[in-house]
């Protein structure tokens, strides 16, 4: 392999560590910050590198996954934070496996939910499932470590979580390359009872787990990325992590300057980039300092175990939101750099909105002119529309003011069926055609059974538009045959062309059957322009 440096994305610096680990397969659901990741690898198996996959959801592309490992071969999952709640049982499960194959899970997180609807932080998952979890602070760590989780996952068979965030993720760098690995060849498990988890195998192998942790401890404390730096006799220690050891060292002249100005020596520091604690290093550093800063990016993870290492209660220093250069020096007690002040005048607000030609505008016009009529009174108390995490989101705002929740993948659907169970007269769930692959099909069958009289509504645009317009996983004309298998009546399933000189007929056809005391499902249906767009232009 040439020492030739290359630019990478965070993301694309994982996907070529992991080819050149020796990835046999990989698979995900595209989510933001992770999807480049999947993006890279499916690029590279279209020129006949390793397979690479979207899946219908995070938890099939986990289950994939685990069948790669169990023919001993190694494999990758890609999913934003987010994602590993739905491929959580999996998950859980797979660290009771002797996974024989190297499982990497590539998680990116999202601090300051820049499209995300939490700050959920994935180290929490790691410590719960009782895993190694590797944190890179850079594009060329993003590279190595996934290299390295690879060898750790096959050591101590066990999956192993790679712990992104945004900054990283989509941010570009020089990375070096190191010497390709050859693929594992085929060799399926030959002990079942390492991957059967009933419950006389699974509680064997949840004390195997336990026994695990001790060698995962040591591991821990030989990392050479989870490094201290010694200083005598000091007052102060730091513990960094991920960029947060980034933003402290930029700012670390300035506050070596400070603290010789008040007679003070550099601080101890350690920086942690693999998980579990090292425990070792952590009492050592809180014994020989008075105070301790930690500087973590998401919840407050190192900061709660610190107690139970040490009896040392920390509050974490910044709770919410992206770390950077700036708010790092604040937590140092220095002061802001200078900067140029720049009177722009009032700036008109610009939030996100529906690109133009959109064919959720045409959707939702004729939605909201549907409701009008079925409840014209100011919020039509009589109507819920419930909703879902997509482009389609943004009908929340104004012109249409439509949406009233948010939650989940595919929650519109079960909530629009538990409002009408409550005695809402009218009750829509508004999803777009991967996010009902992905999560709403389930709930879809619970209200098939409960006969419910809701609406489902699916805007099927044949993309996942607003992580890229990656391909949903069937195509449009086969929906209509996957509603009826879920036990959906034929007459009761409408499909509309999500045209504007469309919008009257079909709202009018819309409301005729929210009102039928039926479950009723109704396709507005035209192609995304962006993803039309990018097809023709692959395809010229």
């Not at 107690?307 to 937590?331: C, H, M, W």
């Not at 009233?404 to 809402?424: P, Q, R, T, Y």
């Amino acid at each position: 392999m040439s020492k030739e440096k290359l630019a990478l994305l965070g993301d694309e610096a994982v996907a070529l560590g992991a080819i050149h680990a020796g990835v046999s397969a990989s698979y995900g659901y595209p989510g933001t910050p992770s999807s480049e990741i999947m993006q890279y690898l499916i690029n590279e198996y279209k020129k006949g590198g390793p397979v690479a996959r979207w899946c219908a959801n995070e938890k099939t592309a986990l289950e994939a996954a685990l069948g790669v490992s169990f023919a001993g071969r190694r494999t990758l999952v890609t999913t934003k934070h987010v994602g590993l709640n739905v491929a959580a049982d999996a998950f859980m499960n797979a660290a009771l496996l002797k996974i024989k194959g190297g499982l990497v899970i590539a998680i990116a997180d999202d601090p300051g939910m820049h499209s995300s609807q939490n700050e959920q932080d994935s180290r929490f998952y790691a410590n719960f499932a009782m895993v190694p979890c590797l944190e890179p602070r850079n594009q060329q760590e993003a590279y190595d470590m996934v290299r390295e989780a690879f060898e750790v996952s096959e050591k101590f068979n066990l999956p192993v979580l790679l712990r992104l965030v945004t900054r990283l993720a989509h941010s570009r760098a020089a990375v070096i390359p190191a010497k390709e690995r050859a693929q594992n060849p085929v060799s399926k498990t030959k002990d079942k009872n390492e991957w059967v988890l009933i419950p006389a195998f699974a509680r064997k192998n949840y004390a195997g787990l336990l026994e695990k942790q001790n060698f995962l401890q040591q591991w821990s404390e030989e990392n050479n990325v989870n490094k201290l730096t010694q200083s005598s006799g000091t007052d102060l220690a730091i513990i960094t992590s991920g960029l947060g050891g980034n933003y402290y060292e930029e700012n670390f002249e300035d506050f070596l300057a400070m603290r010789k100005k008040q007679g003070k020596n550099a601080p101890l520091h350690l920086h942690i980039g693999a998980y579990p604690l090292p425990e070792k290093k952590i009492k050592k550093l809180c014994n020989e300092a008075d105070e301790v800063l930690i500087i973590e990016e998401g919840q407050p993870f190192i900061a709660q175990r610190i107690f139970g290492i040490t009896g040392a209660d920390l509050k974490p220093l910044i709770q919410a939101g992206e770390l950077d250069p700036d708010n790092v020096r604040k937590v140092l007690g220095l002061p802001p750099r200078k900067s140029i002040n720049i009177e722009t005048g009032a700036l008109t607000p610009r939030p996100p909105v529906l690109c133009q030609g959109c064919p959720h505008i045409d959707s939702y016009d004729s939605i909201m002119k549907a409701v009008k009529e079925l409840d014209s009174r100011p919020g039509h108390p009589d109507v819920g529309i419930n909703s879902d995490i997509g482009c389609y989101s943004l009908g929340v705002a104004p012109p249409w003011n439509a949406i009233e929740s948010i939650v989940c993948m595919g929650a519109c659907v079960g909530m629009a069926k538990g409002a009408v169970d409550a005695g809402l007269k009218y009750g829509l769930a508004v999803i777009g055609d991967s996010t009902f692959y992905h999560g709403g099909i389930t709930a879809l069958i619970d209200a098939v059974d409960a006969k419910s009289t809701m609406t489902l509504i699916i805007l099927d645009n044949s993309s996942v538009a607003m992580t890229g317009c990656q391909p949903t996983i069937m195509p449009s004309e086969k929906l209509k045959g996957l509603l009826i298998g879920c036990g959906v009546k034929p007459e009761r399933i409408l499909e509309l062309e999500a045209l504007s000189k469309l919008v009257d007929e079909n709202a009018a056809k819309l409301k005729t059957e929210i009102e039928v005391k039926d479950l009723s499902v109704v396709i507005f249906r035209r192609e995304c322009l962006e993803a039309f767009r990018k097809n023709k232009k692959e395809n010229f």
